[in-house]
Every structure is written in C-alpha cells, then in structure tokens.
C-alpha cells in the first residue's frame, strides 16, 4: 500500500498559483511570445470571458459587476487600440480585479494546446511531464536543514499534493522530527493543493488529534468542503514544538491558508510581512485562441474567524521586511529555548547565537499583532 492511500489522501482541488505561477490549462513553459491582436480576436475574448465568468465564477452577484464593468469599457473603446496580446490580458486582468478585489481572477496570454478536452493520449503525457518537472523542484521543497540552537528550517516554495509529493514531505517531516523549534518559510511560496496543507500541519499535533482547519465554499451552494488534520502520520510529530512561519507580500493562496491555520489555531507565530491576499480556489479555463482565465470556483472559510484572507491578506503577529524575518524568527525561538534544561554543549550554542541575533536584530523581535 502506498503512502497515498494510507494517508488517506486523494488529489484535491487546486486552491493556489503553484511556483508563484498561475495554474492554466495545458500551460506553455516559459513567458510566451507576445503577438499582435486585432478588433475581432479582442471580442471574441471578451465575450468567452463574460460567458465563463457568468457560469463559473463563485459569486454570481460579484460576477455580474465585473462583466457589466466589461461591457462598459468596450462600449468607451478603452481596448480599441491596444494591439499587443499581453498588454491586452494585462488591461483586462487590472480592469475585472478593479471590481471582484479578487487576486486569483485573471486573463493570460499563452496557454497551449488544441481547443477542447485533450485526448487520453495527450493528457498522459502532460501528467508525465508535469510530474517529471514537479521532481527536477524536488516537488517544492527547496531545503530542509537544522539552525544553531536546533531549530528546525524548511524552505517550502510550493504545496503540491500530497497524493505526488507526500514521500518527500514525510522526509522532510522527520529530518525537523529532532527540533527543539521549528521554522516553515514560506516568503517564496505561491500556493498549491490543501491535501498538502493538511499533511504538513498534522504533524504539529499529537497523533490521533482531529484539528478542523478551513473550508471551501462552492458557487451557489450552503455545502462545505472540510479540511481537517490527519489522524496519523508516518514517522514522529512536532506536537508541542514551537513554531513559526516566514511571510512576504509574494506568500498567496494555499501558503496563506497555510498561514491563517497556523494562526487562528494559535499554534505558531506570523513573522515577516502581510501576505498577498488570495483565498478564492479555481482553475484556468480556455478563452479563445491562446488566451485563458483563471477563474474561481470557491472561497475558503475559516471555521474559527468565519472569514478569509481574501483581499487583505494575513497579518503577521511580528511585522519586519522579509529580509530580516528570518533572524527574527530564530531570535523568537531561542528566547523559549533559553531559558530550558540541556546538555551544556547545547546551551552554550543557544547562547551565543541569541546574543549575536539581539545585537543584530533584537530591536524588530516585538508582536504587531495583538493576541
């Protein structure tokens, strides 16, 4: 039995932008080539971004507005002389985010393949190829190592489900097993699959712990998606571990639900910046010759705060710049582990390191959100 099935965990629906990248169907690699548009083309887009939009977008009031906000900027001939197929996705994208505040929604120039569902033949190899590129990123994980004063760090850039990158999270998970503290730094990370989230943060708890974390909610539908902790998970756990998670204004989507969890379970503290502001789950959707749209298809809902991030983003608990979230971090965790019993050899490492990190950064080490 492999480590999907006894995790219990199936692929789950996209609730992200994977590698800071939107998620499209049947995407290009690469920035594609930008190309000249006409009058024709223009429509054609437009009028398949309105349709979608009215069909799929979570919030059919909110998606009225945006296609009637559309409507009026054509009827101006705002888009009459923009020529270049990007700047025209670019225009359309900052006049539909204008209306719906929604950062996940979006119009792109470049996405691949034949119109229409591709063939069982042609989705094979896209599975292969995408699995060959997420294991050539090591399915995210950037690096895993231990900080003076054994405080656990991971350098996660992506949640990639975890029915294909659950061996290597499991890995990951037991290196940091040995941590006094822990570090997850996800200032690189645009977002992914739940399943993965759920994986990670099982691990905070003790095992048997059942730990409702988020929701989503579909268009036109009181019925909730629950996500929830796993009951068991391979190896040790990091229940009891302080913890503490890195953000940046480029943190979005999966990595803020991610960073919500930690924080509405008070089961870790935010330090860095307010992350990007994305809680609204979906995926890309052809238009017409190679544009797409990422539209959503769900909101995510806390069960704790009853709301999401969606257009503020997540506070930290200590706000400092990016750069710098790191030590402070570090800085955090040694103050707990300070004032602990250990071998000596320990103790002096834990020591020194927090006086040269209270020289360095002691000063940016206070809460900015209130507990």
């Given at each position: 039995m ?9 692929c789950?629906p ?8 939107p998620?499209?169907?049947?995407p ?24 979608k ?20 900027h ?5 888009y ?12 359309v994208t ?7 505040n929604d ?7 470049g ?8 063939s ?10 995408q ?8 399915f ?20 990639v ?11 990951a998970m037991?290196f ?9 730094d996800?200032?690189?990370n ?13 691990y ?5 712990a ?16 629950q ?6 998970v391979?190896?040790k ?11 940046s204004?480029r ?9 919500y969890d930690i ?12 992350t990007?502001g ?19 298809f ?17 506070k ?21 582990l ?18 040269q990190l209270?020289?360095?950064?002691g000063s ?5 959100v209130?507990?």
């Open positions: 492999n480590l999907r099935h006894r995790l219990g965990i199936a789950l996209v609730c992200c932008v994977l590698f800071a990248q998620l499209v169907a049947q290009t690699q690469g920035s594609p080539p930008d190309a000249t548009i006409g009058a024709a083309l223009r429509t054609q887009v437009l009028d398949s971004l309105e349709r939009l009215s069909d799929l977008y979570v919030f059919p009031d909110v998606a009225a507005k945006v296609v009637a906000a559309l409507k009026d054509v009827a101006n001939k705002d009459d002389a923009i020529t270049s197929a990007q700047q025209f996705a670019q225009r900052a006049d539909i985010q204008a209306v719906a950062r996940h929604l979006r119009v792109m120039y996405m691949g393949g034949p119109p229409g569902p591709p069982p033949e042609e989705r094979e190899r896209m599975r292969r190829e699995q060959q590129l997420l294991q050539s990123r090591n995210a994980f950037e690096s895993v190592s231990r900080l003076a004063g054994n405080v656990g760090y991971l350098d996660l850039r992506g949640f489900d975890a029915g294909e990158a659950g061996e290597t999270a499991v890995a037991t940091l097993a040995n941590s006094d503290a822990v570090i997850f996800l200032r690189r645009g977002g992914g699959s739940p399943s993965m989230i759920d994986l990670l943060i099982s905070l708890y003790p095992r048997g059942r730990v409702h974390l988020n929701d989503f909610r579909q268009r036109r539908s009181d019925e909730r998606d996500y929830w902790t796993l009951s068991w391979p190896g756990t990091l229940a009891g571990k302080d913890v503490s998670v890195l953000t204004q943190t979005f989507s999966a990595a803020e639900e991610f960073t924080q509405t379970q008070k089961r870790g503290t935010i330090v860095g910046e307010a990007g994305g809680a609204n789950p979906g995926g890309g959707v052809p238009l017409a010759d190679k544009f797409g749209a990422f539209i959503p769900g909101s995510a809902y806390n069960p704790i705060t009853k709301t999401n991030w969606e257009g503020v983003g997540v930290p608990d200590v706000q400092v710049s990016a750069d710098d979230a790191l030590k402070v971090a570090h800085l955090l965790a040694l103050r707990k300070v004032t602990r019993d250990g071998p000596a050899p320990w103790k002096q490492e834990v020591k020194s390191t927090l006086d209270e020289k360095e950064v940016k080490a206070l809460p900015s209130p507990k």
